[in-house]
């Protein structure tokens, strides 16, 4: 087996499951999963419609494992993959798709589209079709510890800056602290400020954390990309640390993907659970809110909305929290149109901030987030991933619009009790 | 018995008076649904016509269309007909028996070659040889060939004459035919019924009598003026029908109030005769009017069309059998290419190279 | 064949071979497909997937917020024509007594005026959604032979029964028994088309649900 197309072929054939079978085969071509994906709305361009960006691995599904299929495959009515099938469908795949997961929330008969783009993706990487841009953030972050290069050094300076900039200490491979803090490369270099804030809260919470010298990087790539390999490298580059540290949580930072990867893919990319809570830090501070342990003074008056990262929210399940603790320091919050699970993505997830050739698009479908924001006239826009906080600040560039985008633990941390 | 008198001189000789028979003729041209001057027509016709020679052959039946024709109220109707042709063989009727009866038969149809009608009644039997049903020593297959021979047309009188009928019915043990199935030169007209109406029989055979000719056909040789319509589009409780009012049991409140008896297994709807207008026993009523559902007696295998007490949409064969034996198959089937499903899964899991950033790097994956 | 050697063969033999097919197609992709299985998911769920699991196999009737809008005669004629389609099967009284001679019970019907109605109605709603399938952009980019075969299999009962309701074409019997036999293709076709998602729906909105539910989300 050495073909591109024999290697995606097998990589479906290990990815579809009882699910993938009930979704294809109740799937009517109704069309209305792309009223519901960006790409489509803002575009027109109906080959953005999600369940068309299955039609390889369907196909597989319909040759192998569905019994007219296996007739029309022996009486040679059918044809296998073909790698310029595949070529054709990488842009379908990885550039109009953030795996977002609205998708699956319209579908009249149920079908999870975005659980099975993941699987589409298995099949892509197998054959090595991806964006370059992905390959090579990958490349970086099994080799290098994380996507964008960051090394444990570029780490320790940033750990120094905040140190100076807060007055705390951020503690670095403390054995036996109940929290990990994760972060992402953009946490580290774009938005440090994270790590402070994140050090003010602790402090006043009275929580012991740690930041792990061998498990730094948050951010999974291999999730984007779609090779579960690549991302049970970088999980259990985490669970290592983590079991070494003997934490109890690890913390996922204000990252979308990574709490995808570390708190629901992990145990089944490495194939046990853990034996360490995962939390999203949002996760983390309403608790501590919920404990009376987070003191907070002051209200942001300005009208505000929050933008829901679709990794943390929608397909995270950690809906409440940023709510329950925007409202703590804001008076003005106001709920974009379709909020909570049903907001709109940023166009940046799923890889497709890493993937160049994406960009044009990605540009165009900010037009969505645009109208909200519009619909809304806020100056600020509060989130909780900073992928989203980047997608976010490009666009309103783009669009020439005076909106502030803010971290909502960084909002947090400067409304602390001193 | 042959004789050379016409109508009008049998007429005159038994006391019939004209105005009796202008009735007679009146009547059949209304239910010819022929134009009203027809009616001194045939009067006039029929009066100058030698006696018709008829030759009628009772196969494998129960009698039943002979009762139906012989038992009316009005004498005067099919007696009538009886006195404008000459019955030359016919079992229950004939006065003579056993070979007298036979020469009779074959008399008749050599002075009347090419002129005498046959009606049949019952089925013919094919399987064995024949054997279910002979008279005087030849099979029904035989005499029906024979006479059938030299007629000017045949009329197939009743449900078993017309379609099989009865004896055709599952499993059909003596293989019995209609007349259709065996003669294919002669013309035939198809008056099916178990029993057909009385007034049916005998305005066919009036028109022959007047017009020489048979009436028009439809698709399965029934007279159309007859069997045109179905009971249901003539029924007079179509009303209920339409407003979804139906008796649900033979006594219940909707039975009593005259409701239509879909539910209790009328087969009106695809049953084509003439019990909703012209009515049995002189017009006084018809199976529906007396509150029994149709049971579709001129169609074909009405005997093997599901129960006559169930409606006309259920199914008529059993379908556990076939629905258990498909269910069975169908999860061995299922069980089987499922395990086959297993097997390619775990065959390309095993065939799964693990892709690493080297590969990746490559540019390509595995 | 004539009309009504045409109409007993449907009511008797043509319904025993269409429901074996049925149920031997039904069953034997219903188990194919069961058994390729799902790995066990060894996250730490947030809440049990059952409850949630179950509640979208009902709650997914309803349209996501903005969904109706956006495509109102999917979302609106898809249901007139499901409803229409069930209760013209369901509730007109000779169809009742089809159920009944199988089941063993049967239940009241609608008066037939209305079953005419609806009828008529969800044959035009029927065409109007192959009309938007020929011309929306999104639909005609989908759409497949298999598409157009489970249209018309659907379409041909519909068509079939409102004629013979109305004692249109040639022969009553003739047409009676064709719209059984219309009907028996459909059985046979079911399986083997995207008409299998009358039974895997279910299924299908229970994983979305239950994959959604476990990690506390509501969809």
């Known amino acids: 087996m050495s073909t591109p197309a024999e290697r995606a072929t097998n990589a479906f054939l290990e990815q579809i499951d009882r699910p993938t079978a009930a979704f294809f085969e109740s799937c009517v071509h109704c069309g209305m999963c792309a009223h519901a994906c960006l790409f489509y709305t803002e575009t027109g361009d109906p080959q953005y419609t999600p369940i068309h960006k299955l039609e390889p691995m369907r196909r597989v599904w319909e040759r192998e494992f569905t019994l007219f299929g296996r007739v029309k495959k022996w009486l040679g009515l059918s044809k296998p993959l073909s790698e310029a099938e595949l070529k054709t469908w990488e842009p379908l795949v990885y550039d109009s798709c953030t795996l977002c997961g609205r998708c699956s929330l319209t579908c009249p008969v149920g079908n999870d589209i975005v659980y099975m783009v993941r699987k589409m993706r298995e099949g892509m990487v197998a054959a090595g079709i991806a964006p370059d841009g992905l390959k090579e953030a990958s490349i970086r972050a099994v080799r290098v510890g994380s996507p964008m290069g960051v090394t444990l050094q570029a780490l320790k300076a940033q750990i120094a800056h905040a140190e100076k900039d807060v007055g705390l200490k951020i503690p670095l491979d403390q054995e036996g602290a109940e929290y990990l803090l994760l972060m992402s490369s953009a946490e580290i270099m774009q938005f440090p400020e994270f790590m402070g804030a994140a050090a003010k809260i602790f402090a006043q919470a009275g929580v012991s954390w740690t930041l792990c010298s061998t498990a730094f990087e948050a951010t999974n790539s291999g999730i984007q990309i779609g090779s579960s390999d690549i991302a049970a490298q970088l999980v259990q580059r985490i669970v290592d640390g983590a079991e070494k540290l003997k934490v109890k949580t690890v913390i996922s930072p204000e990252c979308g993907h990574a709490y995808t990867a570390l708190r629901w893919e992990g145990p089944n990319l490495i194939g046990r659970p853990y034996p360490f809570k995962v939390q999203h830090i949002l996760e983390v501070l309403d608790e501590l809110r919920a404990a009376g342990k987070l003191q907070t003074e002051g209200m942001e008056e300005a009208k505000l909305t929050f933008h829901d990262p679709c990794q943390i929210v929608r397909r995270g399940g950690v809906v409440e929290q940023p709510r329950n603790l925007l409202r703590m320091v804001a008076s003005n919050f106001v709920e974009m149109e379709d909020p909570g699970i049903y907001n709109w993505c940023c166009g940046g997830g799923g890889g497709v901030s890493a993937n160049e050739r994406a960009e044009p698009l990605r540009i165009k479908v900010f037009s969505r987030k645009k109208h909200q924001l519009d619909q809304l006239g806020v100056s600020t826009v509060v989130t909780a991933c900073s992928n989203c906080r980047n997608m976010l600040e490009e666009g309103l560039e783009h669009n020439h619009m005076q909106v502030s985008v803010l971290s909502l633990t960084e909002m947090l941390a400067e409304h602390l009790k001193e | 018995m042959a004789d050379n008198q016409t109508v009008g001189e049998t007429l005159a000789s038994r006391g019939i008076s004209r105005r009796t028979f202008l009735k007679f003729c009146a009547t059949m041209t209304s239910l010819l649904a022929l134009p009203p001057g027809m009616a001194e027509v045939m009067a006039e016709t029929l009066a100058r016509t030698r006696r018709q020679s008829v030759i009628w052959l009772s196969f494998q039946e129960c009698t039943g269309c002979t009762e139906s024709l012989t038992r009316s109220h009005s004498p005067t109707l099919e007696s009538l007909l009886f006195d404008a042709i000459s019955l030359d063989y016919h079992h229950t009727l004939q006065a003579a028996a056993g070979d007298a009866a036979e020469r009779a038969r074959v008399q008749a149809m050599q002075d009347n070659a090419g002129k005498y009608l046959v009606i049949v009644d019952g089925s013919i039997p094919l399987k ?82 007047t017009l020489g000719t048979l009436p028009e056909l439809d698709s399965l040789g029934r007279p159309k003026v007859f069997f045109g319509d179905t009971i249901h589009d003539r029924c007079y409780r179509r009303p209920f029908y339409d407003q979804g009012k139906f008796a649900k049991t033979f006594d219940d409140e909707g039975a009593r109030s005259g409701w239509c008896l879909y539910e209790l297994g009328c087969k009106g709807p695809t049953t084509h005769n003439a019990c909703a207008t012209v009515k049995w026993n002189g017009g006084t009523s018809f199976p529906i009017e007396s509150g029994h559902p149709c049971l579709g007696c001129s169609e074909p295998n009405f005997w093997d069309a599901g129960s006559f007490y169930q409606a006309l949409s259920a199914k008529t064969l059993p379908l556990s059998a076939h629905a258990g034996a498909a269910l069975a198959v169908g999860a061995a089937a299922g069980v089987a290419v499922g395990l086959v499903s297993r097997a390619k899964k775990k065959a390309a899991a095993r065939q799964h190279t693990r892709v690493s950033a080297d590969d990746l790097e490559k540019g390509g994956g595995a | 064949m004539s009309g009504p050697e045409l109409l007993l063969w449907a009511r008797g033999t043509g319904l025993q071979i269409a429901v074996a097919i049925f149920l031997f197609g039904l069953l034997a992709r219903f188990v194919e497909l069961w058994l390729l299985g799902r790995k066990t998911d060894l996250s730490v769920a947030r809440a049990s997937a059952v409850g949630p699991g179950l509640r979208t196999v009902v709650s997914r009737s309803l349209p996501m917020p903005g969904a109706l809008k956006q495509t109102p005669l999917v979302f609106l004629g898809g249901y007139v024509f499901h409803l229409g389609f069930l209760a013209t099967l369901l509730f007109y009284v000779p169809h009742i007594h089809f159920l009944r001679s199988i089941l063993g019970f049967g239940w009241p019907g609608l008066p037939p005026f209305l079953i005419d109605v609806i009828g008529l109605v969800t044959i035009a709603t029927l065409i109007a959604l192959l009309v938007q399938r020929f011309t929306d952009p999104v639909r005609r980019f989908l759409s497949r032979a298999d598409d157009y075969v489970a249209w018309t299999v659907t379409f041909l009962p519909l068509l079939s029964g409102y004629v013979a309701f109305h004692r249109l074409g040639t022969d009553y019997t003739l047409m009676l028994a064709l719209h059984i036999l219309s009907v028996e293709l459909l059985l046979i076709v079911i399986p083997f088309t995207k008409l299998m998602h009358m039974f895997t729906f279910a299924l299908a909105r229970w994983y979305n649900g239950a994959i959604a539910g476990r990690k506390g989300v509501r969809v």
């Open chain 2, 128 to 209: 064995d040889g024949g054997v279910y049903s002979t008279i005087a020593g030849h099979s029904n297959l035989d005499m029906l060939k024979e006479t059938a021979a030299g007629a000017a047309a045949i009329i197939a009188v009743g449900t078993c004459a017309t379609y099989g009928g009865l004896p055709h019915a599952n499993p059909n043990p003596t293989g019995a035919v209609a007349v259709s199935d065996i003669i294919k030169d002669k013309p035939i007209v198809n008056v099916p019924g178990c029993p057909p109406i009385a007034t049916v029989i005998t305005g066919v055979v009036a028109h022959f009598l």
